[in-house]
Nanobody, 119 residues
Framework: QVQLAESGGGLVQAGGSLRLSCAAS????????MAWFRQAPGKEREFVGR????????YYADSVKGRFTISRDNVKNTVYLQMNSLKPEDTAVYYC????????????WGQGAQVTVSS
């Protein structure tokens, strides 16, 4: 079992930055692909991006490409989501997820962190 806990959310003005952390416990995440998702009020959950086991391959949704960066520290068992140039439409609850391979089904999820971007 892998337990995931997001932190670092909050309120920020448009154009600002935030960094979310996802701390894992229970097992090492070094053998898991890690991903970030988000869900805005009244909308379906959407994929934000993912990072490979080693951290050398990342993939992002078009809506965040060039503004968000995912990184990982397998020693600290933590994944990060650096969010720059934030827009009001980035307001959502952000979730991290883990799975042995990338795909449409993610085995482990965190509880979510609220990010609110004011205009």
């Amino acid at each position: 079992q892998v337990q995931l806990a997001e932190s670092g959310g909050g309120l920020v003005q448009a154009g600002g930055s935030l960094r979310l952390s996802c701390a894992a416990s229970g097992r090492t995440i070094s053998s898991y692909v890690m991903a970030w998702f988000r869900q805005a009020p009244g909308k379906e959950r959407e994929f934000v991006g993912r990072i490979s086991w080693s951290g050398n391959i990342t993939y992002y949704a078009d809506s965040v490409k060039g503004r968000f960066t995912i990184s990982r520290d397998n020693v600290k068992n933590t994944v990060y989501l650096q969010m720059n140039s934030l827009k009001p439409e980035d307001t959502a609850v952000y979730y991290c997820a883990a799975n042995p391979v990338a795909g449409n089904v993610w085995r482990y999820w965190g509880q979510g962190a609220q990010v609110t971007v004011s205009s």
